[in-house]
């Protein structure tokens, strides 16, 4: 499975930027996909994930904020981030794991990251 995320770039406080995440190398319908993003000096977290059937689940810093969806025919996962503000500040990773209960978890897939700042 190889992953890349993509559609980073500078925006300012308050505004919006999307994120994309191609797979190749499998079928990405088949899998759970996570968002996660990291800033220098600290652990890799959680930002949403989705189940292969569509069920979402989001880190509470970023509900209501960003939205997670799928387009399986293209095989791409994407993160629609709006109000974004500086902390959203990070490089953003796609990851292929699994959904259950109502979270993800981490899977061994990681794609190269996209960077995003929120800067004004």
């Known amino acids: 499975v190889q992953l890349q995320a993509s559609g980073g770039g500078l925006v300012q406080p308050g505004g919006s930027l999307r994120v994309s995440c191609a797979a190749s190398g499998t079928i990405f319908s088949f899998h759970d996909v996570g968002w996660y993003r990291q800033t220098p000096g600290k652990q890799r977290e959680l930002v949403a994930g989705?189940?292969?059937?569509?069920?979402?689940t989001y880190a509470d810093s970023v509900k209501g904020r960003f939205t997670i969806s799928r387009d399986n025919a293209q095989q791409l996962v994407f993160l629609q981030m709006n109000s974004m503000k500086p902390e959203d500040t990070a490089v953003y990773y796609c990851?292929?794991?699994?959904?259950?209960?109502?979270?993800?978890?981490?899977?061994?897939?990681w794609g190269r990251g996209t960077l995003v700042t929120v800067s004004s």
């Open positions: 990851n292929v794991g699994r959904y259950s209960g109502g979270k993800f978890y981490a899977g061994n897939y």
């Open positions: 989705i189940s292969s059937n569509g069920r979402t």
